[in-house]
């Protein structure tokens, strides 16, 4: 019971953490970019006007950007106090871009946001704006080497298991950094970040506008908002829908959570509106919706390209299909155990010097290595993640997307004809927006995160064999810390923006 809470409280803290820290992150993002073509402007035309709105947008960024730093750093110091277990079984991989990311990335951005800032009297024009550029070229590396390991979590590939040393280690860096469910993440990624920072710059703008304050300033920064928004969010369906295809091909059961299937089938449609049966159980033949509006076939179409695919569903995934090709779960967890101790028995044996028996070992451990990660479970429903907390946030955070792409198009019109002043009830909508962006960020990460449970690397390593050997009291003591600290630090963010906020657009 011990060790389970432990888990519980490790998992609590990490969750913690990367959620506060990805209130930070995406603004960073996309304002980085949002804050260059301002400056590009400005660069271009020479308008003092475009001078003090690329000067009041870089503030906010850098508010955000200084904050931001404190809890990406923590949550990189857990995976050595929280997850040793992880970091020793899989560090050789995971450590590797997250080492470059520090080099490259963030040495490039953290050196030009100095320029940035204090250089704007101090060198050229120009050299100014490349330094500007190369901030949120540099934000943006930072971003694409952390999912690059976080995209390995999700589809490990390139590596070997060290029977020797019991842990996972680089086979192949090549095939690390080209993982197709990395790159689909990060473009999904970085767009939804571009599309939040839009929706801040416009929400931000409209309440300008609403207080008849910097109106010139604000109406230009409203239609650079509307405008980057509407790429990005458009581009953000795109990416999408690849990252869906990937989870379809590598994460079954994040698939299958994500549109609440449990008996799977051929030409699958999508739910597009549903409210679960909360009395559905694996296994059982409840209905697993009370309510859904469903688009036929279509999941089917997006996840394999083909409308005759079949979609399996948990009950396929835990009891097996047969039919299907589909193993069980139960039969994956024996085939498991078997690798485990063959391992056992392989260590064993080269300690007594019996070549023998070591060969046999290692043929019957290579036979079921790929099945390792399973050993370590003891029930077969236990490869499902949290159906209903999987479900509601992916479909929220998709029609939460649908809504940014209307909202910035309405935006754009009405600015473009010279209307949105008189357009109240729009602007109040895109100041409401603003927390929606943030909660469609978050439950994007619940998806992605709590989809993939119980696993720390997919099919490999489940958590609870990735958690440190440390008390659980020390583990609630630092959440709580943490809690605290984040809070505090999230207050100071919202205040000391919201005062930079009723400055104005000024000198």
Request: aromatic share 16%; hydrophobic share 50%; glycine share 8%.
């Amino acid at each position: 019971m011990e060790n389970l809470a432990l888990i519980d409280w490790s998992r609590a803290q990490f969750a913690l953490t990367a959620m506060y820290h990805w209130i930070f992150v995406p603004l960073t993002l996309g304002l980085s970019f949002i804050v260059a073509i301002m400056e590009t402007i400005y660069y271009k035309i020479g308008s003092k006007e475009w001078e003090k709105i690329t000067k009041f947008w870089m503030n906010l960024f850098g508010i955000n950007f200084a904050i931001g730093l404190a809890t990406g750093i923590i949550m990189e110091f857990e995976f050595g106090t929280n997850w040793s277990n992880y970091s020793w079984m899989v560090g050789d991989i995971f450590g590797a871009p997250l080492a470059i990311e520090g080099i490259m990335a963030f040495f490039m951005e953290s050196t030009f946001f100095a320029v940035m800032f204090f250089g704007w009297k101090r060198v050229s024009k120009k050299m100014h704006l490349i330094s500007t550029w190369l901030v949120a070229i540099g934000s943006n590396l930072s971003a694409l080497w952390i999912l690059i390991a976080n995209g390995w979590m999700q589809h490990p590939v390139g590596m070997k298991f060290n029977l020797e040393r019991a842990r996972f280690e680089m086979q192949n860096f090549w095939d690390v950094l080209f993982n197709p469910t990395a790159y689909s993440k990060f473009l999904h990624v970085v767009s939804s970040g571009y599309v939040l920072a839009s929706l801040f710059v416009v929400g931000i703008s409209a309440w300008f506008i609403l207080k008849g304050k910097e109106l010139l300033a604000a109406k230009k920064s409203l239609i650079i908002g509307a405008s980057f928004g509407l790429i990005a969010s458009l581009f953000l369906v795109f990416t999408g829908d690849a990252s869906a295809r990937a989870v379809a091909l590598t994460q079954p059961t994040k698939l299958a959570a994500m549109e609440g299937i449990y008996d799977g089938k051929k030409s699958e449609g999508i739910v597009a509106f549903g409210i679960l049966n909360p009395e559905k159980k694996i296994g059982d033949k409840k209905e697993p919706f009370l309510f859904k509006i469903e688009i036929p076939k279509l999941l089917s179409i997006l996840s394999y390209h083909n409308i005759n695919s079949f979609v399996a569903g948990i009950d396929d995934l835990v009891f097996g299909n047969n039919k299907e090709g589909i193993e069980s779960a139960s039969s994956k967890i024996q085939k498991g155990k078997i690798a485990i101790n063959a391992l056992k028995e392989y260590k064993m044996a080269k300690e007594n010097g019996n070549a023998k028996k070591a060969n046999e070992a290692l043929d019957t451990f290579k036979k079921y290595e790929q099945y390792f990660g399973y050993g370590y479970l003891d029930n077969p429903k236990e490869i499902i993640p949290p159906v209903a907390l999987t479900f509601y946030s992916f479909h929220t955070m998709v029609g939460l997307g649908f809504w940014f792409v209307l909202l910035f198009l309405f935006v754009l019109y009405f600015a473009m004809i010279g209307k949105i002043e008189s357009k109240k009830w729009l602007l109040k909508l895109a100041i409401i927006t603003i927390p929606l962006g943030y909660i469609a960020q978050e439950f994007g990460w619940v998806v992605a995160e709590v989809g993939r449970q119980p696993w720390a690397i997919e099919g490999m390593l489940p958590v609870k064999m990735a958690s440190s050997h440390v008390s659980v009291g020390a583990v609630q003591f630092t959440f709580w810390l943490f809690a605290f600290i984040f809070t505090l630090l999230l207050i100071a963010e919202v205040g000391i923006m919201a005062k930079q906020i009723k400055i104005g657009i000024k000198e």
